[in-house]
């Protein structure tokens, strides 16, 4: 089986982001030519290649496909910063709109992204006594879109808050 020759977390509209199989890498059934090559560690073979395969799908299908920074400025949020396996992805892919404090969505072009695998992980980075918060998916403003909303709340006072999420 041949590897894919594009980058699987690359989208577009005609061919939406996604997480690797195990296909997109050559497959996991590798054979030997007998006698070649030796396992003396010098040359690839099968059975080390099979595992590789596997061991990065396995990866490929825990990490995030992306990391946002959020924080606020005057009460207006910003995305300050993105990690995505799509090094071409930047700040300016993601926009935020402010749904009054303590509330904040995020949104992207759905073929940006591979289809969330689990709902986002939320992480606070204010020294802010935030007690109740949240994330969970929301109705995005376009149908091409996907969206977030994060909820910060300080006793029952929203609260705007900086928070980095991390997209499945």
Not at 53 to 69: E, K
Not at 116 to 125: E, K
């Amino acid at each position: 089986m041949s590897a894919a020759t594009t980058f699987t977390w690359i989208g577009s509209l005609e061919a939406p982001a996604r997480r690797p199989s195990l296909d997109d890498i050559g497959g996991d059934s590798l054979e030997e030519r007998a006698p070649y090559p030796p396992k003396d560690g010098t040359k690839p073979y099968a059975d080390q290649l099979n595992e590789r395969a596997r061991q990065i799908r396995g990866a490929a299908a825990t990490i995030p496909a992306a990391v946002v920074y959020v924080r606020f400025n005057a009460g207006a949020p910003i995305v300050d910063d993105v990690i995505t396996v799509d090094s071409n992805l930047t700040t300016s892919d993601f926009d935020v709109i402010d749904n009054g404090a303590g509330d904040t969505t995020i949104e992207w072009r759905t073929y940006l992204l591979p289809p969330m695998s689990v709902r986002p992980l939320l992480t606070l980075s204010d020294d802010v006594e935030i007690d109740r918060f949240r994330v969970f998916t929301d109705t995005p403003s376009g149908a091409d879109m996907t969206a977030i909303r994060v909820v910060t709340k300080l006793i029952t006072v929203a609260t705007d808050c900086a928070f980095t999420v991390a997209i499945f």
